[in-house]
């Protein structure tokens, strides 16, 4: 039953789209005009909901909400840092499992990370093909009677290929054969991929999409990530997207001709534990989605959305089966749709003028006010049922209740405890190696903390003032001399990470324990997107560490014997 569609995507690098299982097999196909779903041709609407971003018990209701909300599919990536945490431990269990790759992958000997690479392919192959059979073998894919209707591989790739020149080619050709090769029956996607090969259909992510146009004409139109908002970053203002603009895009896909459109987020949710994602990335992953953080409505947005979905679904039958044309008709843009065989019709008006209102006088069909930046759906092409910019639902109001947080606050009790860290202080770490080590690739991801300690011998009196002086790759670093802090500093929250550390300290006659904590912000303490990121560094990796006296004199620490500790 149409009415009750309600699919997953899935992205590997792999998203899944899916469907309210019911059993029966779902014959998934296309054509340009449409997506043909057990022989109905369809528009679709999806929405990105992932699971690690929220908790089981929220699924249920969100997935309601979705519905209710006029979606017809969800989309979820596979994270395969969550389900292959320790290489070839494949966890299944969708309920335990952030965008990324496990951090064992970034130290096989050998790999290059999303390219044409052997040791890479191999384990993305391995990873990919597990989770595929685990979907086949619940019976998940359409054909077989289960939710799954597409499938995505690879993300953006397309953005950072050009640095991986011939061999960032042949890895797309790789991965589309790769996907061809696991015949799950549902259509593949590769997003920003204007080489996608057939029968990949590559497509378009981005805040609008409607002058995108697939490789292939014969393929559909489609947008795989609407951006609603964005993410937050430390420091940084909550992003907002008007819901009279996020309506007015969508409107516009569909206008020219789009079929598929999924929301990024529909749901964010929050990246629980230290999975935010990259560098001062704040954990709440809201997005200013159609449902908040915590699965409200996020009103006006969720309504607005709500209406629009209903009001394209109520011409599909004429958008998914007819030919259209588009004119500028006085100061907007008129396409009529029109089915060859019945004269039915419907019409989409755009005004992309961003301050100047259009009145527009269709003659026989009426006459229509069309605001500044907005979309007009007219049914019949002569009664309006939408328009983007003219808000009917209400806003959400918040409203403070007396008793607040305020006075619950005035009546907590505290308490404090110290952390144990005499031993670290003391210099007594698990291992040591005479060299400053990455700190991602010791830590293995266990842990956002990484202790360097070694010890100086100060035999000349003029060295009991010098000033220390870290180099570090980022991001935070707290410097303590004989167990004591002698002070912090943070990279700046924009691009480049490392900097330096300098301090005026005092040192003994004698043995002093200078020791050094450098903590990582963020899931991967590396970037998060660009070509070859995951050859960033976090850390005092190679440092130097130097004791700065008198003159510019200096000592270097670098190649002292180091004592680590991974802070779990
Ligand atoms: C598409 O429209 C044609 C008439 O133009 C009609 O014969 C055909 O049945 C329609 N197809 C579908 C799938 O509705
Ligand atoms: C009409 O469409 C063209 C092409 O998308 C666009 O550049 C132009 O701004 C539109 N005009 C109006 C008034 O919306
Ligand atoms: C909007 O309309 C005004 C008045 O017609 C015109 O001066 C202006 O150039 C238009 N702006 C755009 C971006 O088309
Ligand atoms: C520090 O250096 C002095 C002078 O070389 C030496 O006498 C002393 O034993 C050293 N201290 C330690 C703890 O190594
Ligand atoms: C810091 O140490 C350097 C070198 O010992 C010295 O020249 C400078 O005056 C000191 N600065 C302060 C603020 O103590
Ligand atoms: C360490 O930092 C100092 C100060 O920013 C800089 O002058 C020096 O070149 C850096 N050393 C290395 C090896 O990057
Ligand atoms: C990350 O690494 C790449 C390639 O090594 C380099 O071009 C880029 O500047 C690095 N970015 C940062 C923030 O260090
Ligand atoms: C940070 O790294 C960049 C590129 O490697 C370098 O040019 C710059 O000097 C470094 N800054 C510091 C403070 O070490
Ligand atoms: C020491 O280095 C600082 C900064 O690099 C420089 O400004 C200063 O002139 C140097 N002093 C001497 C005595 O070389």
Redesign the pocket.
Known sequence: MAGSLMEVLLVFGLALLCSGASGVPTQVSYDSNAFIIN???RVLFSGAIHYPRSTPGMWPDLIRKAKEGGLDMIETYIFWDRHEPKRGEVNTDLARYARGFPVWLHNLPGIKLRTDNEVYKNEMQKFITKIVNMCKEAKLFGPQGGPIILAQIENEYGNVMGPYGEAGKSYIKWCAELAVSLNVGVPWVMCKQADAPEPMINTCNGFYCNTFKPNNPKNPKMLTENWVGWFVRWGGRKPHRPAEDLALSVALFFQSGGIFMNYYMYHGGTNFGRTAGGPYIATSYEYDAPLDEYGNLNQPKWGHLKQLHAAIKSVE?IL???TSTTKEFGNANLTTYT????GERVCFLSNLNTTQDAHIDLQKDGKYFVPAWSVSILEGCNKEIYNSAKISTQETVMVKKPDGAENRLAKLSWQWTAEPLEDRLDGRGDFTKPKLLEQTATTLDASDYLWYMTSVNITDKAWTNAILRVNTTGHVLHAFVNGKLVGYKWADVGGIFNFTFEKNVTLNPGINRITLLSAAVGLKACINYGAFYDTNTTGIVGGPVELVGKENATIDLSSNLWSYKVNV
Do not use: L, P, V
């Open positions: 022989g109905e041709r039958k998914t089966n007819s089915n060859a065989a019945t």
